[in-house]
């Protein structure tokens, strides 16, 4: 949830770097299929290592963080709690980081009560930013206004960075309290700063703000310094204001950029689509895919299925959310649009 709280096995994948040249071990395997986000192979090589007694903590953790990408909430939460349940004592930081996938779970199946618990327990034993976010989150989600903001407070008075101040507001719009959510980053623009990230971040803060013409200033500033992840929301910006030549140079120039070609396919892709030429934004789809940004794999293949549904491709549709489906089961909106597409 806070700062792709999915991606801490990037911390585990470090581990593997050396295993190169010797036969993987079947939680080694799961972590692999971790990465390239075939969470079902990913599971089975989990159970196969709990099976042979092979880091039984650490291959259910591996399990819930699977079910975790697939949106399988309940089932991410069983294999928490059962992580947590093998692990001794002395695994202090392990049972933490455990008990924050726990809540967030927890917060994802709208058990908002269950979540809170696991915070209050977490934070019995010091300060943590993560728990204090996801306690106040959950409190936001039962109209606990005082407690959320007393919550969210401690989240900025413990270093804050751009990134919280982004984190909360999204909270606050995905509750519907947009306006209460903005306070908080006007707070965060008064941040002072001239690093090129600086430029990026308050960037990101006025397009969420709607103040266009200040986002693409301050995005222009941080890509001239060389940050070119602005390019992203420079080509966002294009689109709401339906400048498409600009959208596509820039999503063009993303194509130049390591590590952003999947996020120039994927825009392109929308341009594309908005001037309904739906077979060109499926081959940008199809380009993006090979880019295995794990990242940006899920939108890509969500809009693949748009793609095809627009332009009245329905056997190709139901064939394309039939697999999405199958590695993204917890997806609410994948699942509505199976449902549409069956009456097709």
Not at 106 to 117: A, F, L, N, R, T
Request: hydrophobic share 35%; net charge negative; with cysteine.
């Amino acid at each position: 949830m806070k700062k792709g709280i999915l991606f801490a096995v990037a911390a585990a994948l470090c581990l593997l770097a050396g295993c190169k040249d010797k036969k993987l071990t079947e939680y080694e395997k799961g972590i692999e299929k971790l990465e390239q986000q075939k969470y079902e192979q990913a599971v089975k090589h989990f159970e196969n290592a709990i099976h042979k007694g092979d880091k039984s903590e650490l291959a259910w953790r591996g399990i819930g963080i699977a079910r975790t990408g697939q949106g399988a909430y309940d089932k991410a939460e069983e294999a928490f709690v059962t992580a947590l349940g093998v692990t001794e004592k002395k695994q202090k930081a392990l049972q933490k980081d455990l008990s924050l996938y726990l809540a967030d779970a927890q917060y994802h199946q709208e058990d908002y009560s269950g979540c809170i618990e696991t915070c209050d327990q977490l934070l019995e034993s010091g300060k943590e930013k993560d728990a204090y976010f996801l306690r106040g989150s959950a409190y936001l989600c039962r109209n606990e206004y005082k407690k959320a903001e007393k919550d969210f407070q401690k989240v900025l008075s413990d270093s804050p960075v751009y990134q919280d101040y982004l984190d909360i507001y999204m909270v606050y719009q995905a509750c519907d309290l947009t306006a209460d959510g903005v306070e908080y980053l006007e707070e965060g623009l008064k941040k002072k700063g001239n690093s090129p990230e600086d430029f990026y971040q308050r960037g990101r803060m006025y397009y969420y703000l709607f103040e266009y013409k200040d986002a693409e200033k301050a995005l222009k500033k941080a890509k001239k310094k060389g940050y070119d992840q602005a390019l992203v929301y420079l080509g966002k910006i294009y689109g709401e204001n339906q400048d498409w030549d600009e959208a596509l140079a820039v999503y063009e120039e993303c194509l130049d950029v390591e590590g952003l070609e999947a996020e120039g396919y994927n825009g392109l892709a929308v341009c594309a689509a908005t001037e309904g030429d739906y077979e060109k934004a499926l081959s940008y789809v199809e380009k993006g895919l090979k880019q295995d940004d794990w990242e940006m794999n899920q939108i890509l293949l969500f809009n693949q299925i748009v793609f095809y549904e627009k332009s009245m491709n329905y056997g190709s549709a139901k064939e394309k959310v039939t697999a999405y489906l199958e590695m993204y089961p917890g997806d609410k909106d994948a699942v509505r649009e199976g449902y549409f597409l069956e009456t097709r």
